[in-house]
């Protein structure tokens, strides 16, 4: 072989080797071989790449990890600048430690596998518990249906408070979650009750269709409506929203259900693993008879229900309701001087629309 020839086996040898290399960038992680630690820095064979240092700020952050070190022990370290003090190439081991939990968690929520955790504390959002020395958050509204805050203005005037007092409840105890968000960026890690109990209730619901009447429990009351669990399934548990109670406007479900008492329901929308429910659907609707029942012109007496900016409702036969517009006082403190909840008075039907449930009134003069 002559000298020539080496030269360009030696050369292709040097590029094919440089060509396989990965060069580090700022913010990867690599493998580093403690090679000596001193009092306030630690040095790092980075192989090929030189050698790196721990030092400052980054070394108190890793003492720790430090500690338990000897020579010639591997470690993962973040590259924080690849010129950094001296030349060396600056690394952290406390970050990089932090970005090895962080590829768990990610892992965890790619997988979608089932965890416990035990909850730390609790805020009027949510629920909090860690993950891998990691804070995660529960909020409520990823609560499973057990476990939601059923919160009624009658008990509670604070709402918030209210909710609260329901969470501090899990305090210490352990629950079963997934992780459905993990970003390291912004430091946020989000849980869920609910992604577990949803699965097998998505199962339960692909025997019920919208338009079906079931039989079930209310187990719960909020503000907003009534929960049902199903007779033949109580894994499943459907949501009477407080429109869907009645055809006469209400302030309070407890007006209409109980809880622990069993209502034949039907079921309206199927979405996402929830499910709807009515109970006025299967109720004879008040509105298809009205024209038969009042003209426009007519004198009729009425109770005052509630006020609205736009009113006030009164109720004509304890199932229908009109509606006096604000106007016809001139003002809201006028209407409220002039009429009073739960008092009775007369009044004159100025317009009646069945169709859009609608009935107007006048004051009597």
Known sequence: MTNNDKTTTLAEMIKSEAGSLKFPREGELTEAVLIEKAPREAYFDLGAFGTGMVFGLEYLNAKDVLKNLKVGDKVSAKIIALDGEGGYVELSLGAAEQEKVWDTVRELAKSGEVIAVKISGANSGGLMALINELKAFLPVSQLSNEHYPRISAEANQNQKEGILKELKKFVGEELKVKVIDANPRTQKLIISEREITDANVKELLKKYEVGQVVTGMVSGVADFGAFVKFIDDPEVEGLIHISELAHRLIDNPKEVVKVDEVYKVKIIDIKEGRVFLSL???QPDPW???????????????????????????????????????????????MKAAIELGKEYGFIISSLKPEEKRILLKMKK
Do not use: C, M, W
């Not at 009042?294 to 009425?302: D, L, P, Q």
């Open 280 to 282: 006025k659907a299967l």
């Open 288 to 334: 298809a008879t009205v024209a038969e029942r009042f003209k426009e012109g007519e004198e009729v007496k009425g109770t005052v229900k509630k006020f609205n900016p736009y009113g006030a409702f009164i109720d004509l036969t304890g199932d229908i309701q009109g509606l006096i517009h604000v106007s016809e006082f001139g003002g809201t403190d006028e």
